[in-house]
């Protein structure tokens, strides 16, 4: 089966930066997502790596290492709107290329 | 971002009844799409996984004749809740997977919120 691990909630201050790591166990690795959700609301897209190394999406970036089954989501000037959950992901052969996620990382901003 | 959309956004049915959510992507073709269920403050569920043209593979302890998939084109899945009851109170999600610019991309729809009374 697949393993993820995220941490379960983060706090930070508004302006800060927070990262969100990620790790994982699978076999036939096919990409790792993250998502962003509010409460009550469905998950929206923030990125997708499949290549070792750091992709960068405004004040979003996100890592991956493979050889790790390491991953994190760096969030950069914080914003009070940011507080949601982040959801890790890994798409997977051996799972017939579903995502399977990890619990969700809950990350409340303060100001 | 592309779009997936969802239709209802939300439904209150009485128990007994059947339930049809619609999920379209809306500019891009779709070659997977996926069902998911969220009950609060609980992860995403994956139901079952869909492709145009072929029947829907269930994740175990789904049942196929109670949610109903239907997969008509590469832009349309539909779900139907069949005979609902209160315990499928839920937030239904569903979500779109297509290769764009070579890329591996998902999107979800805005969810579908069902309350059977």
């Known amino acids: 089966g697949q393993n993820i691990d995220q941490p379960t909630e983060m706090t930070a201050t508004e302006g800060a930066i927070v990262q969100i790591n990620c790790t994982y166990q699978?076999?036939?690795?096919?990409?790792l997502f993250w998502y962003q959700q509010h409460a009550g609301e469905a998950p929206t897209f923030l990125s997708y790596?499949?290549?070792?190394g750091l992709e960068e999406k405004g004040r979003f970036s996100s890592f991956l290492s493979r050889s790790k089954g390491y991953s994190y989501l760096l969030l950069k000037e914080l914003q009070m709107k940011d507080s949601a959950s982040y959801l890790c992901a890994v798409s997977a052969k051996a799972a017939g290329n579903k995502l399977t996620f990890g619990g969700g990382t809950r990350v409340l901003v303060k100001p | 971002g592309a779009v997936v959309s969802q239709h209802p956004s939300w439904v209150i049915c009485k128990s007994g009844t059947s339930v049809k959510i619609e999920c379209r992507s809306l500019?891009?073709?779709?070659?997977?799409m996926f069902w998911y269920r969220q009950f609060p403050k609980q992860s995403l569920m994956l139901m079952a996984t869909s492709n145009e043209g072929s029947k829907a593979t269930y994740e175990q302890g789904v049942e196929k004749d109670k949610f109903l998939i239907n997969h008509a084109s590469l832009t349309l899945s539909t779900l139907t809740v069949t005979s609902a009851h209160p315990e499928d109170s839920s937030f239904y999600i569903c979500?779109?997977?297509?290769?764009?610019?070579?890329?591996?991309?998902?999107?979800f729809g805005p969810g579908t919120r069902l309350t059977v009374t």
């Open positions: 500019d891009f073709q779709a070659t997977t």
């Open positions: 979500s779109a997977r297509a290769f764009m610019d070579r890329r591996l991309e998902q999107y």
């Open positions: 699978t076999s036939g690795f096919n990409g």
């Open positions: 790596n499949v290549l070792d």
